[in-house]
């Protein structure tokens, strides 16, 4: 695996933290080495430096045992999105079957992981667009004429918002348990039986809207942060799904160290999560109102947990707001939000099928 030579990235005001917080660039580096051992074929790693000198880690993960490796560079290449709080770690179950007859690539998002961590705006439009420009600006920096763009949860959001500007690289867009495309529920309405009843909006308990406020000031993972040494034990002990999913791979917690890593540094892209979304996790600027925008001959492939918290519902909406334009929704049983991993041969199967249909 080729490694472009990376120093310590400093977090600004936040390097004291440190002292304070068990975790670095470079224990996140070493949690994500030992994951990426897994990988059997020829993987591709380096940092990707934007024109604004920002850089996004990236990995390229190739067949090794294709006969004609110039065979696989025709093919348009898959590159995959991770959702929020994710990075390319979590994707270990997909590449290498997903890079049987493709190129691969994976990066994380601007803000998380080991790429850098900005400053983003706390305008949703703004934020939206400071990580799209970073997707195109990857995607200049890399020379992908087109691609297949799959995008997990925030990914999906993105990875849409991405296709709306810039339909003419992606050949098929993927969206797996995307967030941020329905919009926020209106308060239901309640009156009094008989006509001309006064009518009047259910309101929630004072004490969840204090709990809301509360939250609201704070970003969304600050708790593994403030929780310090601590951190690690409460990422283990409210997300033990995450060892569970890999315990074939890892019999230690791997898996949950690389998690805390990636969201114990600089809070950067949950600034710009926090931009994007408004109270209990709805998007401010819901993506079904813009679906419209995609042109009407892009593909779009909803693929849905049949066990998630995200609605699947939603992808029949779009599948009606696009018309007769090409859209599937594809519902994988057993699965919750983290569809790859809870299901991770009947995801690649379906995600190699889709793929192929391109070319």
Known sequence: MQDETDTEQTSGNWSWWP???????????????????????????????????????????????????????????????????????LWIRNLDALSRSRPVYAFDLLGFGRSSRPSFPSDAILAEEQFVTSIEQWRQSMGLEHMILLGHSLGGYLATSYTIQYPERVSHLILVDAWGFPERPQPQLQGSEGQGSEVKRVSPPRWVKALATVFSLFNPLAVIRAAGPWGPGLVNRFRPDFRRKFEDLFDDDTMTQYIYHCNAQNPSGEVGFKALSESLGWAKRPMVQRVHLLPPSMPVSMLYGALSWVDASTGNTVNQIRGKSPTSVTLIEDASHHVYADQ????????????????
Request: hydrophobic share 35%; net charge positive; with cysteine.
């Open 19 to 89: 002292s304070w917080r068990p975790t670095s660039m470079s224990l996140l580096k070493s949690a994500e080495a030992k994951i990426l051992a897994c990988i059997q074929n020829d993987v591709w790693s380096r940092f990707v430096t934007l024109s604004n000198q920002n850089r996004i880690w990236t990995l390229k993960v190739t067949n090794k045992t294709a006969r004609k490796q110039k065979d696989q560079g025709t093919q348009t290449p898959l590159v995959m999105v991770h959702g929020f709080g994710g990075g390319v770690g």
């Open 344 to 359: 991770p041969e009947e995801f690649n199967r379906v995600v190699e099928n889709i793929c192929n249909t391109v070319d």
